[in-house]
């Protein structure tokens, strides 16, 4: 079983992509910034990661370029998911190294649907 790691400082959409997620059969886990998730990814590396991007303390463009430079975490997945869904937003979240950007609001079946192909690889 997969684990995904759930890096967003709203509870009420963290609460919302991990029943989303779980109901999918995945293993969830969850960081409230991204300092927390580095921290969280060194303990135990998730399969992938869902990132948001306005986050106290680092924001997510930040973790998605540090995760993206260490040799360690370059493969590891990441889904932006982000209110933030202006063209340059997208733009510089690939920039970032994101694999996948998903702007809120969103589809269930798209972020659920994006997590699982990515996860196959």
Request: aromatic share 4%; charged share 20%; net charge negative.
């Given at each position: ?14 609460e919302m ?21 580095l ?17 106290p303390?680092?924001?997510?463009y930040?973790?998605?370029r ?12 990441v889904?932006?998911?982000s209110?933030k ?32 192909q990515?996860?196959?690889?």
């Amino acid at each position: 079983m997969s684990t995904v790691l759930i890096v967003e400082d709203s509870v009420t959409q963290r609460e919302m992509i991990t029943d989303l997620l779980k109901a999918s059969g995945l293993t969830v886990t969850h960081a409230s910034d991204g300092i927390e998730a580095l921290e969280a990814i060194q303990t135990a590396c998730p399969d992938l990661v869902v990132l948001d991007i306005v986050m106290p303390r680092m924001n997510g463009y930040e973790v998605c370029r540090r995760l993206k430079s260490n040799p360690k975490t370059q493969n590891l997945p990441v889904v932006i998911c982000s209110s933030k869904g202006e063209e340059v937003d997208l733009y510089w979240g690939i920039k970032q190294g994101a694999d996948a950007y998903i702007a809120k609001p969103f589809q269930p079946t798209e972020l659920v649907g994006t997590v699982k192909q990515l996860l196959r690889g």
